[in-house]
Nanobody, 129 residues
């Protein structure tokens, strides 16, 4: 059974850090474009960061550029999202998603929910003092 499982969410103060993990089971995540998305109450799901399946190209949404870092650990079949200098507006449920495709690039047009077919269940991130 193909499954993505997110972990690492929690409550953190403004300026703090969290590292989210997206672990895959039943398939090799190396062959997948992987994205991190978030959805705040009353808002649409938005792309935060995505990574290509080849060459490790990365895309970041403007508001997280310079604060968030997406990375792969092939040995652990996991993709991470390191989030630093967190702000209250980063509060949301964070989801990871995967698409089985060979891609040497990644851009804003690909880092959208409709591009992805496999989704995790989400992990809550709350930034508050």
């Amino acid at each position: 059974q193909l499954q993505l499982v997110e972990s690492g969410g929690g409550l953190v103060q403004p300026g703090g850090s969290l590292r989210l993990a997206c672990a895959a089971s039943g398939f090799n995540l190396e062959h997948y474009v992987v994205g991190w998305f978030r959805q705040a109450p009353g808002k649409e799901r938005e792309g935060v960061s995505c990574i290509s399946s080849r060459d490790g190209k990365k895309y970041y949404e403007d508001s997280v550029e310079g604060r968030f870092t997406i990375s792969r650990d092939s040995a652990k079949n996991t993709v991470y999202l390191q989030m630093n200098n967190l702000r209250p507006e980063d509060t949301a449920v964070y989801y990871c998603a995967g698409r089985n495709t060979i891609s040497y690039s990644i851009d804003r047009g690909m880092c959208v929910p409709s591009y992805f077919g496999y989704w995790g269940q989400g992990t809550q991130v709350t930034v508050s003092s």
